[in-house]
């Protein structure tokens, strides 16, 4: 085979030689296909991973099931706007609970969505609130959580699993985006911020 044809990535980026020659790449990715996204560059401890992202998905079924339970509850004066907004959350939970079991697939384990053991697996706990405030209250509770093992596991992954990485730093975003709701309506409905910064 001519060498000289085979496309070779000698361009430069920033200084820095990128890819290897794209053959090898080719060669590299037919090796353990059965590994579907992992690929021998993967950084992480793929095993490991997957465990991190099962407690990760715990908690997201666990936030889908306590907005919904408390969109349906939700009861008394003003409680229609605060209904809306649990059931927003609800569904962009859902959103998060979806991205972490297709990464879990992708990477060749299999999402558990048992619910035995469930609220075990999960790092927020699943409080349901006995009136709208206690609602609000919860909900932030575990927006914060939610905050801080994103951020924990941001800092973990870093460059070693870049894409569990972003998908984690897009879920935050809508944490933070989660808490700051539930605060307002802590707020509104208790006229002063219930939890120290
Ligand atoms: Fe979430
Ligand atoms: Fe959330």
């Not at 496309?7 to 920033?14: L, Q, S, Y």
């Not at 059965?34 to 465990?51: C, F, L, M, R």
């Not at 649990?86 to 962009?92: G, K, T, V």
């Amino acid at each position: 085979m001519n060498a000289a044809k085979e496309p070779k990535t000698e361009r430069m980026k920033g200084g820095k030689p990128f890819l290897t020659d794209v053959k090898e790449l080719r060669a590299k990715a037919r090796v353990s296909i059965e590994k579907g996204a992992v690929t021998p560059a993967y950084q992480g401890d793929v095993t490991q991973t997957i465990e991190i992202l099962q407690a990760v998905l715990a908690t997201e079924i666990v936030c889908v099931l306590r907005y919904t339970m408390n969109a349906v509850a939700a009861a008394g004066i003003s409680s229609d706007s605060v209904k809306k907004e649990f059931d927003e959350h609800a569904q962009e939970e859902q959103g998060h609970m979806r991205a972490v079991a297709e990464r879990i697939n992708q990477l060749g384990g299999t999402p558990n969505f048992n619910p035995e053991g469930l609220a075990m697996r999960s790092a927020s706990q699943y409080v349901e609130g006995n009136n709208l405030v206690e609602m609000i209250k919860e909900n932030l509770v575990a927006e914060r959580i939610a905050c801080e093992h994103y951020r924990e596991l941001i800092r973990y992954f870093g460059d070693d699993d870049a894409t569990t990485r972003v998908m984690m730093e897009g879920i935050l975003v809508n944490e933070e985006e989660h808490a700051n709701d539930m605060h307002d309506l802590l707020v509104a409905h208790e006229g002063k911020p219930m939890l120290s910064r």
